[in-house]
């Protein structure tokens, strides 16, 4: 590498929207800042991305501060869905990667309790239809 070649311009694209992403949240500080951090790391790093730096981070830790933090990320679910940033669905598949499984059956079984039941036969009809194929 050249003096005159910056480093950012050798990075991966995504890896370096991470980085930038990551320096928007340290200086925001924000909780709403570091939350809009975890679709850009799911978009742009893969899982043994994500991993690695959870593991990392996760060392750089005192033991009970590590533990307090992995239990706390484990723990809570994902919560109630959020209003969509670009869709519905887009949302939701954002929202049931995160979620636990009770979260999702739970919310499964509302939604599709209150949909209308035409709505529930397609649903039913194209869920069936998955699995078939």
Request: hydrophobic share 50%; with cysteine; aromatic share 10%.
């Amino acid at each position: 590498m050249s003096s005159s070649t910056s480093f950012s311009k050798l990075m991966n694209r995504p890896h370096l929207k991470v980085v930038r992403m990551l320096g928007y949240v340290l200086t925001l500080g924000t909780q709403d800042a570091w939350w809009g951090l975890v679709p850009v790391l799911m978009a742009r790093l893969t899982v043994e991305e994500r991993a690695a730096l959870a593991f990392m981070a996760l060392k750089a830790l005192d033991r009970d501060d590590a533990t307090m933090t992995a239990e706390a990320a484990l723990d809570q679910g994902a919560g109630q869905p959020q209003a969509p940033l670009f869709s519905h669905m887009d949302q939701a598949a954002f929202w049931a990667d995160m979620a636990d499984p009770e979260e999702l059956e739970a919310y499964c079984l509302a939604s599709f309790n209150a949909m209308p039941r035409v709505r529930q036969a397609a649903f039913l009809e194209y869920v069936q239809g998955r699995q078939a194929a």
